[in-house]
T-cell receptor, first 115, second 114 residues
Framework: KAGVTQTPRYLIKTRGQQVTLSCSPI?????VSWYQQTPGQGLQFLFE???????NKGNFPGRFSGRQFSNSRSEMNVSTLELGDSALYLC??????????????FGPGTRLTVT | AQKITQTQPGMFVQEKEAVTLDCTYD???????LFWYKQPSSGEMIFLIY??????QNATEGRYSLNFQKARKSANLVISASQLGDSAMYFC???????????FGTGTSLTVIP
């Protein structure tokens, strides 16, 4: 089985621009979660999508949004980028996480730098 | 509220020695899963080991073992015979059904010294 893939791997953007990151989960997985990781704040949960619906959301401003397609692929969008949005964005997939054993499988991440 | 606490920001261990990374958790769910992930400098999170709240025995995976003390709500990771390649960030995480979310600790940076 192919693992979780994220594109692009690296991205440099300018303040005020917007960016879209993509995540393809493991085949058969319907849950996709997004995390932001920074040295200062650690790993922070952004949101989770399941069967094209946002099932859970972290405490991030509305500039951060996401969606999931019928094939479970997910995108996250950040509008009006700020310097503080520079981070490693990790995507994780799991089958549905309704069982405690249902682990999350992570992608390699997209490293976003905002200048 | 669900919470994972890792109190060791950084740890050092001599090569071939054992090391214990601490993790405590808080949840009111009777059924939950506890995980440890390793994150090398490349960034990818690698699953290491899982412990279910109803598991009677401590989980083991090769050189990794999980010291699960349910009454104390702790799930410490023990790495035996440390190797240089073990140098990385280590995250403890919990999958509790309440809130339907994976909860991560702040991580412990492990450095293995030759």
């Amino acid at each position: 089985k192919a693992g979780v893939t994220q594109t692009p791997r690296y991205l440099i953007k300018t303040r005020g621009q917007q960016v879209t990151l993509s995540c393809s989960p493991i085949s058969g997985h319907r849950s996709v979660s997004w995390y932001q990781q920074t040295p200062g704040q650690g790993l922070q949960f952004l949101f989770e999508y399941f069967s094209e619906t946002q099932r859970n959301k972290g405490n991030f401003p509305g500039r951060f949004s996401g969606r999931q397609f019928s094939n479970s692929r997910s995108e996250m969008n950040v509008s009006t980028l700020e310097l503080g949005d520079s981070a490693l964005y990790l995507c994780a997939s799991s089958s549905d996480r309704l069982e405690p054993r249902d682990e999350q499988y992570f992608g390699p991440g997209t490293r976003l730098t905002v200048t | 509220a669900q919470k994972i606490t890792q109190t060791q920001p950084g740890m050092f261990v001599q090569e071939k020695e054992a090391v214990t990374l601490d993790c405590t958790y808080d949840t009111s769910d009777p059924s939950y899963g506890l995980f440890w992930y390793k994150q090398p400098s490349s960034g990818e999170m690698i699953f290491l080991i899982y412990q279910g709240s109803y598991d009677q025995q401590n989980a083991t995976e090769g050189r990794y073992s999980l010291n699960f003390q349910k009454a104390r709500k702790s799930a410490n990771l023990v790495i035996s015979a440390s190797q240089l390649g073990d140098s990385a960030m280590y995250f403890c995480a919990m999958n509790a059904l309440t809130g339907n979310q994976f909860y991560f600790g702040t991580g412990t940076s492990l450095t293995v010294i030759p």
